[in-house]
């Protein structure tokens, strides 16, 4: 039996406890960027990307929910599709109930080859109630050159429905779209060779000039040479080293998880419509006063019943009565200085200032020079 000596054990277990002493010094003393992104998150790369299929094809087999006799291109589908098949019908005899024309959408990644499959989209177009238990004919799906690329059949599943009687009716989501989950079979790839480029093109969802040229440092700095440069504010163009070309999987796997801390102009969004209002990060304001007040007027008419006494010579007369209330809030002036994203909403809060009230406020802000960031209105 081997005893190894206690000096031994003890040095090895004393440089154990270095190495987890220096692992835990290096992952303290690492940056870590809360904002950071991944660049595969803001940025599209050149031949990476979807093509859009759309066909005209019949939905059959509803039950009575189909395109009536007003939809005059229905009627002459039907008709072709019968004559095609050796059948004869005439379309004004045609009644479509339980047929309705559609509109076929989908998206076909570069990256499919033919025999693959892919997920379409199918919406009414005529005046259809309901697609309900339909099944799509033979679609082809054409590009923007007009050659097919796919051809679309099967039967849809539908998020919703419809149904209702002569006095009431009940309806959930749009009956009239649905989906066909592997519902097209590719005929056709696209004819684009992803790894022949000569160099590769990254297109940034933000346009901002920091933004950029962080892209191409770090580009730069993990390939170890030049080779990144930026075209105009959002455009880096990558220029493959020789040890890529022909093989550029390995390069876009290394660089689409590099960590980019996105920046960009002050920004304040509004939407009217639902009252909702978002506030960028850096959102400043110079010193300035708000008060906020609303006056409030409401006026209730009623009408009074004047009832002569019992043998009396009078006659009952209606007599208009007006109730009028004032109401108007009284808010001080408060100053606003400098203010960061947190103590302008806590600012705007103090004030009473419902989400309506911060979007007059925050125009009015803006017309006074106060309010320093991109005022957009959607």
């Known amino acids: 039996m081997n005893v190894r000596p206690f000096n031994e054990i003890k040095w090895r277990a004393a440089q154990v406890c270095l190495l987890v002493a ?11 960027d809360a904002d950071a992104a991944r660049l595969k998150d803001i940025a599209s790369f050149s031949g990476v990307r979807t ?26 589908s039907m008709s072709n599709m019968l004559e095609k098949m050796g059948v004869e019908a005439n379309p004004d005899t045609l009644k479509p109930k339980n047929v309705a024309s559609v509109m076929v959408t989908a998206k076909m990644p570069v990256s499919v080859k033919p025999g693959a499959r892919i997920d379409v989209t199918v919406s009414s177009l005529g005046d259809a109630k309901s697609l309900l238990g339909g099944v799509l004919l033979l679609t082809p799906l054409k590009g923007l050159d007009g050659r097919v690329y796919a051809v679309a059949q099967g039967s849809m599943t539908i998020g919703g429905f ?11 989501n749009i009956p009239t779209v649905g989906r066909i989950p592997n519902g097209a079979t590719v005929e056709r790839g696209v004819p684009f060779a992803f790894n022949r480029q000569d160099k590769l093109v990254l297109n940034l969802s933000m346009r901002d000039f920091g933004t950029t040229m962080q892209v191409v440092n770090k ?8 080779y990144a440069r930026a075209q105009d504010v959002s455009t ?3 220029e493959l080293p ?7 999987v390995p390069l876009m796997a290394s660089l689409e998880n590099l960590d980019i801390s996105p920046d ?5 969004v509004v939407d009217e419509k639902t009252g909702t209002v978002v506030l960028g990060q850096d959102v400043r304001l110079t010193k300035c006063a708000v008060a906020h007040g609303n006056l409030q007027i409401v006026v209730a008419e009623s009408e009074q019943v004047s009832q002569p006494g019992p043998f009396s010579d009078g006659q009952t007369v209606v007599t208009p009565q007006t109730d009028l209330a004032v109401q ?7 100053l606003m200085e400098g203010a960061t994203l947190q103590e302008l909403v806590d600012g705007l809060n103090a004030i009473g200032a419902a989400p309506r009230d911060l979007i007059s406020i925050i125009r009015t802000l803006k017309v006074a020079g106060a309010l320093h960031a991109e005022l957009e209105v959607i």
Do not use: H, W
């Not at 730069?220 to 030049?226: E, F, I, K, L, V």
């Open 219 to 226: 580009i730069n700095a993990s390939m170890g040479g030049d």
């Open 162 to 172: 419809a149904t209702g009687g002569e006095a009431a009716a009940a309806q959930k």
């Open 328 to 334: 108007e809030q009284n808010n001080s002036l408060m």
């Open 242 to 248: 020789e040890r890529f070309r022909g093989n550029m």
């Open 264 to 268: 960009g102009k002050a920004r304040v």
């Open 22 to 32: 220096i692992l835990t010094v290096c992952g303290l003393l690492a940056p870590v």
């Open 51 to 76: 093509n859009e299929l759309v066909g005209y094809g019949l939905v059959v087999g509803l039950a009575g929910t189909g395109d009536g006799t007003s939809s005059k291109f229905t009627l002459q």
């Open 236 to 238: 880096v163009e990558l």
